[in-house]
Nanobody, 125 residues
Framework: HVQLVESGGGSVQAGGALRLSCTAS????????MGWFRQAPAKEREVVAV???????AYADSVKGRFTVSKDNVKNTLYLQMDSLKPEDTAMYYC????????????????????WGQGTQVTVS
């Protein structure tokens, strides 16, 4: 079965940077769409960034210009480079994957995604 494992979280001061990684294993990893989500305490899980099989990307307005999503198909790894971090970026970050249309914002609802990692904590102070 498919497994997604995140790493790279940690604590950083405002203005700093972190790079998250998500390594996929298992059969049929060529997903139509992969993405990063985050969930802060007492808040709903929200999309951060998505990347389609062909490499096109899209971002939540709150992270545009600061975060960059990318993937290495050889290593089966998804990345999220986070720069100029703010305290409001503090959350548990999850990677996700599924056969959905990345270009349709309605598909970004977390309920549409079937494969999830366990999450990695990011704390910005």
């Amino acid at each position: 079965h498919v497994q997604l494992v995140e790493s790279g979280g940690g604590s950083v001061q405002a203005g700093g940077a972190l790079r998250l990684s998500c390594t996929a294993s298992g059969p049929d990893l060529n997903f139509a769409c992969m993405g990063w989500f985050r969930q802060a305490p007492a808040k709903e899980r929200e999309v951060v960034a998505v990347i389609a099989r062909i490499g096109t990307t899209a971002y939540a307005d709150s992270v545009k210009g600061r975060f960059t999503v990318s993937k290495d198909n050889v290593k089966n790894t998804l990345y999220l480079q986070m720069d100029s971090l703010k305290p409001e970026d503090t959350a548990m970050y999850y990677c996700a994957a599924d056969e959905i249309h990345c270009e349709e914002r309605d598909s970004w609802n977390p309920r549409n995604w079937g494969y999830w990692g366990q999450g990695t904590q990011v704390t910005v102070s």
